[in-house]
Protein backbone atom coordinates (compact mmCIF):
# COMPACT_ATOMS: atom_id res chain seq x y z
CA UNK A 1 0.00 0.00 0.00
CA UNK A 2 3.02 2.65 1.02
CA UNK A 3 4.54 1.65 -2.54
CA UNK A 4 2.06 2.35 -4.51
CA UNK A 5 0.82 5.30 -2.39
CA UNK A 6 4.69 7.10 -3.25
CA UNK A 7 4.30 6.21 -6.68
CA UNK A 8 0.68 7.74 -7.19
CA UNK A 9 2.55 11.48 -5.16
CA UNK A 10 5.32 11.16 -7.98
CA UNK A 11 2.81 11.16 -10.87
CA UNK A 12 0.45 13.97 -9.23
CA UNK A 13 1.67 17.20 -9.03
CA UNK A 14 -1.05 17.88 -6.62
CA UNK A 15 -0.16 15.46 -3.98
CA UNK A 16 3.74 16.67 -3.84
CA UNK A 17 4.78 17.21 -0.33
CA UNK A 18 7.09 19.88 1.05
CA UNK A 19 11.06 19.41 0.69
CA UNK A 20 11.44 19.80 4.94
CA UNK A 21 9.68 16.31 4.68
CA UNK A 22 10.73 13.44 3.44
CA UNK A 23 7.94 11.04 2.05
CA UNK A 24 10.02 8.28 2.47
CA UNK A 25 10.42 8.53 5.86
CA UNK A 26 10.98 5.19 7.82
CA UNK A 27 9.81 6.24 10.68
CA UNK A 28 6.52 7.00 9.66
CA UNK A 29 5.88 3.94 8.15
CA UNK A 30 6.77 2.19 10.98
CA UNK A 31 4.83 4.49 13.38
CA UNK A 32 2.45 3.64 11.37
CA UNK A 33 1.91 -0.30 11.13
CA UNK A 34 2.51 0.21 15.28
CA UNK A 35 -0.90 1.48 15.48
CA UNK A 36 -2.06 -0.71 12.87
CA UNK A 37 -1.08 -3.56 15.51
CA UNK A 38 -3.06 -2.05 17.97
CA UNK A 39 -6.22 -2.27 15.93
CA UNK A 40 -4.79 -5.68 15.22
CA UNK A 41 -4.81 -6.37 19.09
CA UNK A 42 -7.99 -5.56 18.96
CA UNK A 43 -9.96 -7.73 16.60
CA UNK A 44 -8.63 -10.70 19.02
CA UNK A 45 -10.88 -9.35 21.09
CA UNK A 46 -13.80 -7.48 19.13
CA UNK A 47 -15.52 -8.65 16.12
CA UNK A 48 -16.40 -6.57 13.59
CA UNK A 49 -16.50 -2.80 14.57
CA UNK A 50 -13.20 -2.11 12.08
CA UNK A 51 -14.72 1.27 11.73
CA UNK A 52 -15.52 2.42 15.47
CA UNK A 53 -11.80 0.69 16.07
CA UNK A 54 -10.06 2.68 13.19
CA UNK A 55 -12.00 6.25 14.62
CA UNK A 56 -10.77 5.11 18.25
CA UNK A 57 -7.22 5.49 16.91
CA UNK A 58 -8.29 8.65 14.99
CA UNK A 59 -9.27 10.15 18.32
CA UNK A 60 -6.32 9.33 20.34
CA UNK A 61 -4.12 10.69 17.48
CA UNK A 62 -5.45 13.87 17.72
CA UNK A 63 -6.68 14.33 20.96
CA UNK A 64 -10.02 14.02 20.35
CA UNK A 65 -13.15 12.70 21.99
CA UNK A 66 -15.40 10.65 20.53
CA UNK A 67 -19.40 10.13 20.80
CA UNK A 68 -20.86 6.87 20.16
CA UNK A 69 -24.55 6.24 19.37
CA UNK A 70 -25.88 2.76 19.61
CA UNK A 71 -27.77 0.24 21.08
CA UNK A 72 -26.87 -1.19 24.58
CA UNK A 73 -25.21 -4.28 23.84
CA UNK A 74 -22.86 -3.68 20.72
CA UNK A 75 -19.56 -4.21 22.77
CA UNK A 76 -18.95 -0.25 23.21
CA UNK A 77 -17.32 -1.09 26.67
CA UNK A 78 -15.41 -4.18 25.83
CA UNK A 79 -13.80 -1.71 22.90
CA UNK A 80 -12.80 0.86 25.33
CA UNK A 81 -10.64 -1.45 27.78
CA UNK A 82 -9.69 -3.34 25.41
CA UNK A 83 -7.65 -0.29 23.68
CA UNK A 84 -6.39 0.46 27.25
CA UNK A 85 -5.28 -3.22 27.54
CA UNK A 86 -3.40 -3.06 24.41
CA UNK A 87 -1.72 0.26 25.32
CA UNK A 88 -1.12 -0.48 29.00
CA UNK A 89 -3.32 2.57 29.42
CA UNK A 90 -5.69 2.74 32.60
CA UNK A 91 -9.71 2.78 32.05
CA UNK A 92 -12.53 3.99 34.43
CA UNK A 93 -16.18 3.33 33.26
CA UNK A 94 -18.86 6.38 34.70
CA UNK A 95 -22.58 4.95 34.02
CA UNK A 96 -24.56 8.30 33.70
CA UNK A 97 -27.50 8.92 35.61
CA UNK A 98 -30.14 11.51 36.62
CA UNK A 99 -28.82 11.60 40.10
CA UNK A 100 -25.15 11.92 39.52
CA UNK A 101 -23.82 14.79 40.51
CA UNK A 102 -20.80 16.90 39.20
CA UNK A 103 -18.50 15.42 41.80
CA UNK A 104 -18.95 12.39 41.37
CA UNK A 105 -17.31 12.83 38.05
CA UNK A 106 -14.91 15.37 38.58
CA UNK A 107 -13.98 14.65 42.27
CA UNK A 108 -14.24 16.58 45.57
CA UNK A 109 -12.83 18.03 48.59
CA UNK A 110 -12.72 15.60 51.97
CA UNK A 111 -12.04 17.13 55.30
CA UNK A 112 -9.50 15.62 57.09
CA UNK A 113 -10.84 15.00 60.56
CA UNK A 114 -7.46 14.56 62.27
CA UNK A 115 -5.58 17.48 59.89
CA UNK A 116 -8.18 19.90 60.27
CA UNK A 117 -7.38 20.33 56.36
CA UNK A 118 -9.07 19.56 52.99
CA UNK A 119 -7.89 16.75 50.72
CA UNK A 120 -8.44 16.27 47.11
CA UNK A 121 -10.69 12.83 46.47
CA UNK A 122 -10.34 12.72 42.41
CA UNK A 123 -12.89 11.34 40.51
CA UNK A 124 -12.81 8.74 37.79
CA UNK A 125 -12.20 11.41 35.24
CA UNK A 126 -8.50 11.07 36.44
CA UNK A 127 -7.44 8.31 33.53
CA UNK A 128 -6.65 7.54 29.99
CA UNK A 129 -9.59 6.06 28.89
CA UNK A 130 -13.01 6.92 30.06
CA UNK A 131 -16.07 5.67 28.89
CA UNK A 132 -18.83 8.05 29.79
CA UNK A 133 -22.07 5.34 29.74
CA UNK A 134 -25.55 6.66 28.20
CA UNK A 135 -24.07 10.67 28.79
CA UNK A 136 -27.58 12.19 27.76
CA UNK A 137 -28.89 10.55 31.38
CA UNK A 138 -27.33 12.94 33.72
CA UNK A 139 -28.36 16.56 33.42
CA UNK A 140 -26.72 19.70 32.33
CA UNK A 141 -24.40 20.48 35.50
CA UNK A 142 -23.02 17.02 35.38
CA UNK A 143 -22.76 17.19 31.47
CA UNK A 144 -20.46 20.45 31.76
CA UNK A 145 -18.57 18.88 33.96
CA UNK A 146 -17.52 16.76 31.89
CA UNK A 147 -17.15 18.58 29.09
CA UNK A 148 -15.14 21.20 30.44
CA UNK A 149 -12.39 18.67 32.17
CA UNK A 150 -12.87 16.96 28.23
CA UNK A 151 -11.61 20.55 26.89
CA UNK A 152 -9.38 21.96 29.07
CA UNK A 153 -7.62 18.64 30.15
CA UNK A 154 -7.99 19.76 33.17
CA UNK A 155 -10.20 19.80 36.56
CA UNK A 156 -10.65 22.70 39.22
CA UNK A 157 -10.93 21.22 42.96
CA UNK A 158 -10.83 24.05 45.47
CA UNK A 159 -7.87 26.66 44.87
CA UNK A 160 -6.09 23.98 42.81
CA UNK A 161 -6.09 23.12 39.17
CA UNK A 162 -4.98 19.21 38.58
CA UNK A 163 -3.77 18.32 34.57
CA UNK A 164 -5.52 15.18 33.48
CA UNK A 165 -3.38 12.01 32.22
CA UNK A 166 -1.90 12.09 29.07
CA UNK A 167 -3.08 10.44 26.76
CA UNK A 168 -6.72 11.32 27.59
CA UNK A 169 -9.98 10.12 25.62
CA UNK A 170 -13.26 10.68 26.53
CA UNK A 171 -15.91 7.74 24.45
CA UNK A 172 -19.23 9.18 25.75
CA UNK A 173 -22.67 7.02 24.30
CA UNK A 174 -26.20 7.53 23.56
CA UNK A 175 -29.02 4.99 22.89
CA UNK A 176 -30.71 6.35 19.79
CA UNK A 177 -33.85 4.57 20.45
CA UNK A 178 -34.57 5.18 23.89
CA UNK A 179 -35.54 9.04 25.11
CA UNK A 180 -37.55 9.26 28.13
CA UNK A 181 -35.72 10.61 31.29
CA UNK A 182 -32.74 12.13 29.27
CA UNK A 183 -31.22 15.28 28.63
CA UNK A 184 -30.09 16.07 24.99
CA UNK A 185 -26.69 17.62 24.63
CA UNK A 186 -26.91 20.86 23.38
CA UNK A 187 -25.42 21.80 20.15
CA UNK A 188 -21.96 23.94 21.99
CA UNK A 189 -21.50 20.70 23.59
CA UNK A 190 -22.16 18.51 20.89
CA UNK A 191 -19.53 20.38 19.21
CA UNK A 192 -16.88 19.14 21.85
CA UNK A 193 -16.96 16.19 20.39
CA UNK A 194 -14.43 15.47 17.48
CA UNK A 195 -16.44 12.45 16.02
CA UNK A 196 -19.58 11.25 16.32
CA UNK A 197 -19.70 7.25 15.54
CA UNK A 198 -22.77 5.18 14.71
CA UNK A 199 -22.30 1.63 15.66
CA UNK A 200 -25.29 -1.04 14.17
CA UNK A 201 -25.83 -4.29 14.94
CA UNK A 202 -23.07 -6.89 13.84
CA UNK A 203 -23.52 -8.93 10.64
CA UNK A 204 -25.05 -12.54 11.12
CA UNK A 205 -21.25 -13.92 10.77
CA UNK A 206 -20.15 -11.79 12.75
CA UNK A 207 -22.74 -12.59 16.07
CA UNK A 208 -22.00 -16.10 15.15
CA UNK A 209 -18.17 -15.26 16.44
CA UNK A 210 -19.45 -13.55 19.34
CA UNK A 211 -20.68 -16.77 20.57
CA UNK A 212 -18.52 -18.25 20.12
CA UNK A 213 -15.92 -16.05 21.63
CA UNK A 214 -17.99 -14.85 24.54
CA UNK A 215 -19.61 -18.17 25.76
CA UNK A 216 -16.41 -19.54 26.35
CA UNK A 217 -14.98 -20.67 30.15
CA UNK A 218 -12.51 -17.62 29.52
CA UNK A 219 -13.68 -14.58 26.98
CA UNK A 220 -10.26 -13.30 25.33
CA UNK A 221 -8.35 -10.13 26.34
CA UNK A 222 -5.87 -7.90 24.54
CA UNK A 223 -2.69 -8.22 24.89
CA UNK A 224 0.01 -5.39 25.36
CA UNK A 225 0.68 -4.24 22.26
CA UNK A 226 2.26 -0.67 22.85
CA UNK A 227 2.44 1.79 25.36
CA UNK A 228 1.68 5.22 26.09
CA UNK A 229 5.35 6.69 25.03
CA UNK A 230 5.25 4.83 21.56
CA UNK A 231 1.32 6.39 21.12
CA UNK A 232 3.05 9.94 21.84
CA UNK A 233 5.36 9.42 18.99
CA UNK A 234 3.14 8.14 16.56
CA UNK A 235 0.96 11.63 17.40
CA UNK A 236 4.39 13.60 16.17
CA UNK A 237 4.22 11.51 13.35
CA UNK A 238 0.93 12.60 12.38
CA UNK A 239 1.69 16.52 12.87
CA UNK A 240 4.37 15.88 10.38
CA UNK A 241 1.86 14.20 7.79
CA UNK A 242 1.11 16.76 4.52
CA UNK A 243 -2.13 18.82 3.96
CA UNK A 244 -1.60 20.36 0.30
CA UNK A 245 -3.47 23.76 -0.43
CA UNK A 246 -6.02 22.60 -2.33
CA UNK A 247 -7.14 19.91 0.44
CA UNK A 248 -7.38 22.92 3.12
CA UNK A 249 -9.55 24.47 0.34
CA UNK A 250 -11.75 21.57 0.05
CA UNK A 251 -12.45 21.06 3.34
CA UNK A 252 -13.52 24.85 3.76
CA UNK A 253 -16.08 24.16 0.88
CA UNK A 254 -17.03 21.25 3.00
CA UNK A 255 -17.84 22.97 6.23
CA UNK A 256 -19.45 26.38 4.59
CA UNK A 257 -21.41 24.21 2.61
CA UNK A 258 -23.02 23.50 5.42
CA UNK A 259 -23.80 27.21 6.14
CA UNK A 260 -24.53 28.19 2.83
CA UNK A 261 -25.08 25.32 0.22
CA UNK A 262 -26.38 27.76 -2.29
CA UNK A 263 -23.13 29.07 -2.59
CA UNK A 264 -21.81 25.50 -3.99
CA UNK A 265 -25.28 24.75 -6.82
CA UNK A 266 -26.76 23.07 -3.24
CA UNK A 267 -29.88 25.65 -3.14
CA UNK A 268 -32.39 22.64 -2.15
CA UNK A 269 -30.91 22.10 1.13
CA UNK A 270 -31.51 25.83 2.34
CA UNK A 271 -34.49 25.33 3.88
CA UNK A 272 -33.42 21.49 5.83
CA UNK A 273 -30.89 23.65 7.58
CA UNK A 274 -31.17 25.86 10.43
CA UNK A 275 -27.29 25.92 11.27
CA UNK A 276 -23.96 24.73 10.39
CA UNK A 277 -20.75 23.81 11.45
CA UNK A 278 -18.52 25.89 13.25
CA UNK A 279 -15.28 26.54 12.58
CA UNK A 280 -13.97 23.50 15.09
CA UNK A 281 -15.32 21.35 12.34
CA UNK A 282 -12.85 22.53 10.22
CA UNK A 283 -9.87 21.73 12.37
CA UNK A 284 -11.27 18.67 13.53
CA UNK A 285 -11.74 17.04 9.80
CA UNK A 286 -7.92 18.35 8.85
CA UNK A 287 -6.54 16.52 11.99
CA UNK A 288 -8.68 13.43 11.58
CA UNK A 289 -7.76 12.81 7.88
CA UNK A 290 -3.90 13.66 9.11
CA UNK A 291 -4.32 10.70 11.34
CA UNK A 292 -6.83 8.80 8.66
CA UNK A 293 -4.01 9.25 6.02
CA UNK A 294 -1.37 7.92 8.60
CA UNK A 295 -2.76 4.85 9.70
CA UNK A 296 -3.18 3.98 5.67
CA UNK A 297 0.73 4.25 5.73
CA UNK A 298 0.79 7.60 3.91
CA UNK A 299 2.68 10.73 4.77
CA UNK A 300 0.04 12.89 2.61
CA UNK A 301 -3.38 13.38 2.93
CA UNK A 302 -6.08 12.46 -0.08
CA UNK A 303 -9.33 13.79 -0.61
CA UNK A 304 -10.85 10.04 -0.05
CA UNK A 305 -9.47 10.74 3.56
CA UNK A 306 -11.42 13.57 4.05
CA UNK A 307 -14.50 12.69 2.61
CA UNK A 308 -14.07 9.07 4.90
CA UNK A 309 -14.19 10.99 7.71
CA UNK A 310 -16.22 14.17 7.14
CA UNK A 311 -20.11 12.52 8.17
CA UNK A 312 -18.21 11.55 11.59
CA UNK A 313 -17.22 15.33 12.12
CA UNK A 314 -20.26 16.59 10.37
CA UNK A 315 -23.28 14.69 11.50
CA UNK A 316 -23.91 16.39 14.97
CA UNK A 317 -22.82 19.44 13.98
CA UNK A 318 -25.77 20.15 11.63
CA UNK A 319 -28.76 21.84 12.87
CA UNK A 320 -31.98 20.47 11.43
CA UNK A 321 -35.52 22.39 10.22
CA UNK A 322 -38.65 21.59 11.35
CA UNK A 323 -38.93 20.95 7.51
CA UNK A 324 -36.03 18.36 7.62
CA UNK A 325 -37.13 16.76 10.84
CA UNK A 326 -41.21 16.63 9.19
CA UNK A 327 -39.54 15.02 6.05
CA UNK A 328 -37.73 12.63 8.42
CA UNK A 329 -34.37 13.78 6.43
CA UNK A 330 -31.34 12.90 8.55
CA UNK A 331 -27.75 14.19 9.18
CA UNK A 332 -25.99 11.62 7.44
CA UNK A 333 -28.65 12.25 4.08
CA UNK A 334 -27.34 16.17 3.83
CA UNK A 335 -23.97 15.64 4.22
CA UNK A 336 -23.77 12.79 1.53
CA UNK A 337 -25.40 14.97 -0.41
CA UNK A 338 -22.51 17.73 0.26
CA UNK A 339 -20.08 15.24 -0.69
CA UNK A 340 -21.74 14.97 -3.77
CA UNK A 341 -22.40 18.60 -4.44
CA UNK A 342 -18.88 20.17 -3.32
CA UNK A 343 -16.11 19.86 -6.07
CA UNK A 344 -13.29 17.64 -4.94
CA UNK A 345 -10.04 19.00 -6.01
Not at 14 to 31: F, G, N, W, Y
Not at 155 to 172: I, K, N, R, S
Not at 173 to 191: I, K, R, S, V
Not at 322 to 343: F, I, K, N, Q, S
Amino acid sequence: MLKEGLDQLKENPMLQRSSSIDVTDEALVEQSRFMMSIAGEMSRVVVGQRAVVERMLVGLLCNGHLLVEGVPGLAKTLLVRTLGDALSLQFNRIQFTPDLLPSDVVGTQVLDARSGDFKVKRGPVFTNLLLADEINRAPAKVQSALLEAMQERQVTLGDHTHALPDPFLVLATQNPLEHEGTYPLPEAQLDRFMLKVLIDYPLRVEEREILKRMTGLVPPRAHVAGSGAQLADAKEMVAKVHVEGRIFDYVLDLVEATRKPEAHGLKEMQPLLDGGASPRAGIALVNAARAMAFLRGRPYVLPEDVKALAPDVLRHRIVLSYEAEADRVTPDALVTRLLEGVVVP
